[in-house]
């Protein structure tokens, strides 16, 4: 079986690929009923990235996962996220609020499109094809993180309505994005998300992102997001990156509900932390549709 390094160093894209990027051009008309299966984000996606809490419990989700992904070679191609954690999700936060506030079908799907050709100059630059494993990956995060992220912030499960609509919207921008083997369903996405876990492993990149958040978050943010992790991510993820679902994760998942109904959850916020929600808070009022 190719590693996602071999797969990474093809030249040419697969069958799927080239379908997919036809595919991603998106429908002339409504006749197949495509724009309304694959319509822009719903209500619940939308609301989760435009909340401050929700993208620092996503933030964090996302670094311990990147951390045990083979995609972390090519975040380290980039220098992106291993130089700045902070900077590199509060651009990803801006992409997001791009597609949420799209006002109408077709900007939507321009907005998919651009992120798309973000990566492909990096495909270009490189000589190497990213893996359609890794893209789809980060799309399986996307609708992992959004569900966990709901339901710490609820202290509560998520109803198979919402869930269904969670994958549905993330669903939607895979297809835009020309992402193959994205899961139909909420059932199909569980499956494919315990497969492509069974794929990550503690790698030659893992000491050095968490070292990189160590020096871009300071020690007391640092260990706060090895801490909070546990809450956000699934137990294979601890497994690998060495996260214990301790005491303070325990205590996080009873109390943060509570505090932030009552709006003094930031007090307990270390200063990088509380700079981070700041910015995205900025961001978010700025791009207000």
Not at 23 to 37: A, F, I, N
Not at 117 to 141: A, C, F, N, W
Not at 211 to 225: E, F, N, P
């Amino acid at each position: 079986m190719q590693s996602n390094a071999e797969i990474g160093k093809q030249k040419q894209p697969t069958e799927s690929r080239q379908k997919l990027e036809i595919d991603s051009e998106g429908p002339k008309s409504d006749s197949l009923g495509v724009r309304q299966v694959h319509r822009r984000p719903g209500p619940i996606v939308a609301n989760l990235w435009s909340d401050p809490d929700s993208l620092m419990l996503i933030f964090a989700a996302s670094s311990a996962e990147f951390a045990v992904n083979p995609i972390a070679e090519w975040l380290f191609y980039t220098g992106r996220l291993p130089s700045d954690p902070a900077g590199r999700f509060l651009s990803t936060i801006t992409y997001m609020r791009q597609l949420m506030l799209a006002p109408s079908h077709d900007d939507y799907v321009a907005a998919c499109r651009r992120i798309r050709g973000v990566h492909t100059k990096l495909e270009e630059e490189r000589g190497q094809l990213i893996p359609d494993e890794s893209y789809l990956d980060v799309l399986l995060m996307g609708m992992q993180h959004s569900l966990t992220a709901l339901e710490v912030m609820r202290g509560k499960a998520v109803t198979p309505e919402e869930a269904a609509e969670v994958v549905r919207s993330y669903r939607s921008m895979a297809y835009y994005m020309a992402v193959p083997g994205y899961p139909r369903n909420y059932a199909a996405f569980r499956e494919l998300r315990v497969q492509r876990l069974n794929s990550y492993q503690f790698n030659e990149y893992t000491a050095k992102l968490f070292a990189a958040y160590r020096r871009a978050l300071g020690w007391t943010g640092y260990w706060m997001l090895r801490a909070l992790s546990p809450t956000v991510v699934e137990p294979r993820i601890c497994e690998l990156a060495g996260l214990r679902h301790g005491l303070p994760a325990k205590t996080f998942e009873l109390l943060f509900p509570r505090l932030r109904l009552i709006g003094i959850h930031r007090l307990f916020m270390p200063s990088s932390a509380r700079r981070m929600y700041g910015a995205a808070r900025r961001i978010i009022d700025s791009t207000v549709g």
